[in-house]
């Protein structure tokens, strides 16, 4: 037989745990269907299909505070083929583009050393692909050519800013949260940076808008016309700095332009969200929350309905749709009519168990079809929820004034088949037809149908506990066991628990719940197989109780290996097995 040698190049595969508090923010959901999330210094790139960690990133020295996917509207063919492109900033100022297909880097930035605050590629342009806009610690917004690291223009503005959004009707108009309200910027362009400060307007808190004030009196005459409009703002935009007794927008979490109305902004607050006509300068819709609701944490506007996925603090996603109810009061008054903006919620998923260590910190779904989500929580997991919708009516209630959803009678031009009841889940706007006015009954020759909406969990992934770790490779490969070899690691954990893992695909192969007190090491039987020894904590002679459990793996099957023995005896060191 003649010997030869295969070269095959391996990627790292890293096993992540629990995130840290900077990487809060850092998850966004690209066009091409991955997740990119940081945990520490690493981004994980995950593909939602598979719930599987298919690439981690490493070369960031601090934590990474921001990931941005590059978008693929762009001309590119077998020559000059697409490649995924990220953008990642961390807390140490510095910016890496990334090559995520061979996990190099493409480009590395450094203009200050704070944390990133926000980071976007403008794809709405047809100038470059690779022009990156990022918002420097604490008040710089400079825009990066993200293949060469070459800075084309760099602009300063009197307050800290936070964040900022585009308004997707014109990219033109952009606006900034800063630390005491939000700056209008009109002029924006990749060319030059914008020549004015912006308008900057100030906007009181929803707590202290004549909405939270006390109720009219009862004698007084019932607002008509200019005054009834008037009363349903709940904030009002100015130009003129509030006064001291008035909250500032100082707790505000968010702000967003809404891609699915033009000249409408929706700002989050712990308790509310705020949809703000940017025409009118006032609120025309409110989302609250009463005193025994959970808060908000995030919210994300859907451009396909006029729909807001909102993430709580108990980790549940809710889903509202908007129901207008202008008709109505246009039929009563068609001079003096405002239209009000009511979010109704429509469906919501299970939420989680907190605890100190366990949070919710952030949500992002899907930007093709709008109908998936991932909430990733402190402890490294990322759990996939996907909405579902089926055909049936809910239950009678009068009081609650919703209208109800139906299913679109057409998709993309062409109508449902004689056959088909209606059409798949194959996105949102497929899945819920325009929302008819509150009280509207279809035409009976319509062959919409009533459904509902529901969240169904449809991946997890899991992430590694809190060290220390007792970790055993099994058994190699050989010529015998080639055929049915899996490459198992198996780490024991502080807590008793033993993690099997598959490098293969990095994925969570068994849990096991086998000791009482910390791991101290894992010795290989078989392929399928292994022994464990945990110690306690050792007594005032320096005694431990000592566990010894042989472990199968296909039944999940424990045994004492010594007998139940709770003798106090000196802790185990180690442990051999022979092959032979």
Known sequence: MIPYTVNIKLAARTLTGTL???NKTTVDWGW??????GCHSSILIIDPKTAQTIQVLERHKANVVKVKWSRENYYHNLSSPYCLRLASGDASGKIIVWDVVSGTAHCEIQEHSKPIQDLEWLWNQDASRDLLLAVHPPNYIVLWNGDTGTKLWKKSYAENILSFSFDPFDPSNMALLTSEGIVFITDFSHSKPPGSAGKKVYIASPHASPAHSKPAIATAPAPTGAKKALNKVKVLITNEKPTAEAVTLNDCLQLSYLPSKRNHMLLLYPREILILDLELSQTVGVVAIDRSGVPFIQVIP???????????????ITLRVCRSTAAAEEAADPDQSVQ?????LRSQCDAIRVTKTVRPYRMVICPINENSAALMVSDGRVMLWELKA??????????SGLSPLYSPVSFCGAPLGPNQKRIQDLSLNSMIAQTLIAGEVPPPSSNQQEVQLKFLLTGLLSGLPLPPFAIRMCPPLTTKNINHYQPLLAAGTSNGSILVYNLTSGLL????SVHSCEVRGIEWVSLTSFLSFATSSPNNMGLVRNELQHVDLPTGRCFAFRG??????PPIEMIKVSHL
Do not use: F, W
């Open 20 to 22: 840290n508090l900077q």
């Open 340 to 344: 009000e903006l009511v979010y109704d």
């Open 302 to 316: 859907c451009a396909q309905r006029d729909a807001l996925y909102c993430l709580h603090e108990n980790g549940c």
């Open 564 to 569: 139940e023995r709770g003798n106090d005896e």
């Open 32 to 37: 091409q269907g991955l997740i990119a999330q």
């Open 509 to 512: 192969h068994k849990e096991l």
């Open 390 to 399: 089926h055909t049936g009516k809910a239950a009678a209630n009068p009081s």
